[in-house]
């Protein structure tokens, strides 16, 4: 835990609204765990820093795990709105692809410490960090409807259109995997992972639109559906 300087403490200020301290101890909660770590950082150690009491903290926030939630809906308010301006200029699928998946790392480029700590709760579905978990399923689900406006210009069977959002979703979450230890230069590996997989996904949509090609695709589709894969 980090020293307190008490002389800054204080209740929350009369003239700040309820949104503004929430953001403030959000902005400070975030700027201390890219210092010293996510668990390494306390709430006292954030309502210090903000200037504020402990209490009002807490009112707040009930734990780090409430602030992470809010960083979590940050993030997907921020990639709506960064990615819907580039969807209100460009009709071109590989565009829209491209700003979705690009932009996410624009936005978290500066947290990768701070993900890198809560990604272990991945594996525990039940764990309200979990990015797979009940808990962030609105979080999960505002992402694939983002993904579904990205390819909504497009002429896709009625089946493929009902999947592809969530695929797409899962290959960005694969993207974010990779960026975690992507230590190239500007995320130059990262980024340029994200073209290749954009050009495959155009190339796959020539194909997977095929009507030839419908029954493997219909089989394809069943499978990953059996599996619970298409669950959101």
Do not use: C
């Amino acid at each position: 835990m980090f020293k307190d300087d008490q002389t800054h403490i204080r209740a929350i200020p009369q003239r700040a609204s309820s949104e503004e301290t929430r953001r403030l101890i959000l902005d400070t909660a975030l700027a201390l765990f890219r210092e010293h770590g996510f668990d390494e950082t306390t709430i006292r150690d954030i309502a210090s820093r903000a200037g504020l009491s402990l209490g009002a903290a807490y009112y707040y926030f009930k734990s780090k795990e409430a602030l992470v939630a809010a960083y979590y809906d940050f993030v997907q308010q921020e990639h709506h709105a960064r990615v819907r301006e580039v969807f209100a200029q460009h009709d071109d699928l590989r565009t829209r692809l491209r700003a979705a998946f690009h932009t996410k790392i624009d936005i978290v480029r500066e947290d990768r410490e701070l993900l890198r700590a809560l990604f272990r709760y991945g594996g525990y579905p039940n764990h309200p960090l979990s990015w797979f978990g009940p808990a962030t399923r609105g979080q999960r689900q505002s992402s694939i409807a983002l993904f579904a406006e990205a390819i909504e210009k497009e002429r896709f069977p009625e089946d493929v259109r009902d999947a592809a959002p969530t695929l797409l979703w899962t290959l960005h979450m694969g993207v974010l995997l990779y960026f975690l230890y992507d230590d190239s230069p500007k995320e130059r590996r990262t980024r340029k992972l994200i073209d290749a997989a954009v050009e495959f996904t155009v190339d796959v949509k020539r194909v997977a639109t095929s009507t030839l090609l419908r029954p493997l695709r219909r089989k394809v589709l069943g499978i990953v559906q059996d599996a619970g894969l298409l669950l959101q």
